[in-house]
């Protein structure tokens, strides 16, 4: 069982990202999938949950308008799409899989079993 994200980098603020988190072992589509962040001596927020019940997407109030999660079940992939970035969104991004799925506990670490190894996002001039 294996989350892989992918497609952070360094963008210029104003731009966009896409990040990838591909799952291998187990089907994303029965997991809620969860995006956080840590940035650079803080704490991991979550920024983003997608529902395994009906694909409802929530986000932190920071990216709302800005940050649109989405699932494709053939590639058994979710992503994350990011813009208008901002210098703050700099982090580490991580997904996560999560079995159940409620909305009081969808940012809590603690019910997301599976974890990606991370990949940075730099929004920077």
């Known amino acids: 069982v294996q989350l892989q994200a992918s497609g952070g980098g360094l963008v210029q603020p104003g731009g966009s990202l896409r990040l990838s988190c591909a799952a291998s072992?187990?089907?994303?589509?029965?997991?809620?999938i969860g995006w956080f962040r840590q940035a650079p001596g803080k704490e991991r927020e979550g920024v983003s949950c997608?529902?395994?019940?009906?694909?409802?997407?929530y986000y932190t109030d920071s990216v709302k308008g800005r940050f649109t999660a989405s699932r494709d079940n053939a590639k058994n992939t979710v992503y994350l799409q990011m813009n208008s970035l901002k210098p703050e969104d700099t982090a580490v991004y991580y997904c996560a899989a999560a079995r159940l799925f409620g909305i009081p506990t969808m940012f809590d670490e603690n019910f997301y079993a599976y974890w990606g190894q991370g990949t940075l996002v730099t929004v920077s001039s």
């Open positions: 997608i529902s395994s019940k009906d694909g409802s997407t």
């Open positions: 072992g187990f089907t994303l589509d029965d997991y809620a």
